[in-house]
């Protein structure tokens, strides 16, 4: 009998692909760098029984009505918006994603952002590089204070929790905004739970990290950022749409608020003219939240025994749906 057949929409390190190779036939994209060309992504789930893939890949519905014999797709990633999860149940396909390997390493990079953001590392950075300290001054690229200051977490899901933990071990006022609350969570780290006019008004630093939903879509708009302190910084490491960039741009411009620290964008990769890359008070990463050499290996080999499990008949270990 023929091998299920598992395409794997990146070229992934071939140790960590080649335990599975004696129960399945295996094919990866050649690159490991550019996301594979939707034509080849739609022979090879005509073909496929798995895939692994991106949040680079859009697995909606016309994908899914042209994969006869798909049974599961794992998705290298704890967000899933690139799934059409409706679709994916009623073609009887399972839905995998990587929770619990990247929740520290995301938290870590949510945190750097922050205080990146916050103490204008990236503006010193450049000025020393670019030759211009010539003196010691008072003021000299004077950020602001994170110890002490109030942060406003929306989404208090595993990555919340663990930048509330950061933030309580920098001595800030822990806040949370959730679609429910956590009353456990509040509890053990003694943090609480403000409505959504009132975490946004009175934060020093607004971090979302909430899942990109048709109601989280564009939440963060031009009446939010109007509602923030005009000294506070947003930072952004769920998913672009999750603000209005426009917005956020426009609110930058007009002191609305003070800074923005972003891991993620709308349409990525941004252009190199994105208006936001013109401000010095904005901080923008390329999608790097779990992007440690540990934690990506940990998401691969989760994906890969997703894959290995479900396709043997012993269920999905992390399954979405
Ligand atoms: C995720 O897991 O959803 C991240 O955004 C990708 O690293």
Redo the contacts with the bound molecule.
């Keep these: 009998m023929a091998k299920p057949y598992i395409f794997i929409t990146r070229k992934l390190p071939e140790e960590l692909t080649a335990p599975l190779r004696k129960d399945f036939d295996i094919h990866m994209w050649e690159s490991e760098n550019t996301a594979v060309p939707r034509e080849l992504l739609e022979e090879e789930a005509m073909k496929a029984d798995g895939l692994l893939t991106m949040?680079t890949e859009k697995v909606d519905d016309n994908l899914l009505k042209q994969a006869p014999n798909l049974k599961i797709v794992a998705n290298l990633?704890?967000?899933y918006d690139n799934i059409d999860l409706e679709s994916a149940r009623s073609h009887n396909v399972m839905v995998t994603n990587?929770p619990d390997v990247?929740t520290d390493t995301?938290a870590d990079l949510t945190f750097t952002l922050l205080l990146t953001t916050a103490r204008r590392i990236v503006e010193a950075a450049e000025y020393v590089k670019q030759g211009n300290w010539q003196h010691w001054s008072p003021f000299l690229l004077a950020g602001s204070d994170v110890h002490h200051k109030k942060i406003g977490i929306v989404g208090m899901g595993r990555i919340g929790e663990a930048v509330a933990r950061r933030a309580l071990g920098f001595d800030m006022n822990v806040s949370y905004y959730n679609r429910s609350r956590k009353i456990e969570v509040e509890q053990k780290y003694g943090i609480q739970y403000e409505k959504w006019d009132d975490l946004i008004a009175s934060s020093d630093y607004i971090v979302c990290l909430v899942p990109l939903t048709d109601s989280t879509k564009h939440l963060f708009n031009e009446s939010a950022f109007r509602k923030m302190k005009s000294s506070a910084v947003f930072v952004n490491a769920s998913r672009g749409a999750t603000m209005n960039e426009e917005h956020l741009y426009e609110a930058l411009k007009a002191g609305e608020i003070r800074g923005a620290g972003l891991d993620?964008f709308e349409d990525e990769p941004i252009p190199s003219d994105h208006p936001l890359l013109t401000l010095n008070q904005v901080v923008c990463l390329p999608?790097i939240?779990?992007?440690s050499l540990e934690t990506r290996e940990a998401m691969i080999k989760l994906s890969l025994s997703n894959l290995e499990s479900f396709l043997l008949g012993k269920g999905a270990v992390t399954p979405v749906s």
Excluded: E, I
């Design positions: 949040l990633a704890v967000g990587t990247l995301t993620v999608h939240g779990s992007a």
